[in-house]
């Protein structure tokens, strides 16, 4: 299966370089979009099939927490794979996420983070793993 | 200055410049990159348990160079692209800094990054520069400068 992912953040380089990671973590990817706020996060949901959701947490307008808040509260996305990639520091703040069942990435990130927890958040191979078969290979090989 | 404060920016620029940016800051600076003029400059504030700002200033024509590394495309980043990652730099670290400053369990607010004059301090009375850092990157430099209110300051230079 091919993921259509949905990645939000208020920087356009930052939503540019977690593509290009996704990308380059060689994970089967469908169709990619992405919104500058929460807001218009909830817009493309409605819209599109949106497999999983990379998520900021400070953004102007509606904030990540918010998003996730909408998210578990609407019976069509309460099960929505979330991964949260944020700078939040406190450990609070980040146990209150895991309590909405997202994951936690901190800013910055390597390129392994992502794909490992991309790939235990969906259950989704990447490409070569589905060219040889399901669970033939042996893991992350960066 | 306060020697803890300090070395929590430095851990935290280091991090951000060499994951984000695959750069490798450099702490002993060349005379080329200490005569390095500034390019640009943002500031991120923040509340919480205290108040204060993070201002970044990036010099030597390094900007072009960090953006087009996270982007990680050859094409020349645009004006645009250029100050937006100068503000995700600056957010990223503020965001690693503070738990180490005051505590993991501590919650601050984040106010989005805001391009400023470079030779400019944050336009508060009450907040005083607590501690200061600057990094060799290329042929460049970057400036960072912590403030936090006035209380804060002043317990910092009691300890």
């Known amino acids: 299966m091919a993921l259509n992912v949905l990645v939000v953040d208020d920087s356009a380089v930052m939503r540019a370089m977690i593509i290009k990671t996704l990308r380059l973590c060689g994970l089967a990817l469908n169709a990619i979009y992405e919104a500058g706020n929460g807001e218009e996060a909830l817009q493309i949901l409605e819209h599109h099939w949106i497999d999983l959701m990379l998520l900021d947490i400070n953004m102007p307008v509606m904030n990540g927490e918010e998003v996730l808040q909408r998210l578990r509260h609407n019976p069509e996305t309460a099960a929505l794979p979330v991964i949260v990639v944020s700078t939040e520091g406190s450990d609070l703040r980040i146990a209150a996420l895991r309590q909405y069942g997202a994951a936690f990435i901190h800013k910055p990130f390597s390129p392994e983070t992502i794909r490992t927890t991309v790939i235990s958040m969906t259950g989704v191979c990447d490409e070569q793993h589905m060219e040889d078969g399901p669970f033939a290979g042996s893991g992350p090989d960066f | ?159």
Do not use: Y
């Open chain 2, 1 to 159: 200055m306060n020697n803890t404060w300090k070395t929590a920016l430095l851990q935290a620029a280091v991090l951000t410049f060499e994951e984000l940016c695959f750069l490798f800051p450099e702490t002993e600076l060349t005379e080329e990159q200490q005569r390095a003029t500034a390019d640009a400059a943002v500031c991120v504030r923040f509340q919480g348990p205290f108040h204060g700002a993070l201002q970044v200033n990036l010099c030597g024509q390094v900007l072009s160079i960090v953006t087009a590394n996270i982007l990680g495309e050859e094409d020349a980043p645009t004006p645009a692209q250029q100050l937006d990652a100068l503000g995700e730099i600056a957010n990223i670290i503020c965001g690693n800094l503070l738990p180490h400053i005051a505590g993991a369990h501590a919650i601050f607010q984040l106010d989005a990054p805001q391009v400023v004059d470079a030779a400019e301090a944050p336009a508060s009375a009450s907040m005083a520069c607590v501690t200061d850092v600057q990094l060799g990157l290329e042929r460049g430099r970057v400036d960072l400068r912590l403030w936090a209110q006035q209380a804060v300051a002043a317990s910092l230079g009691e300890l």
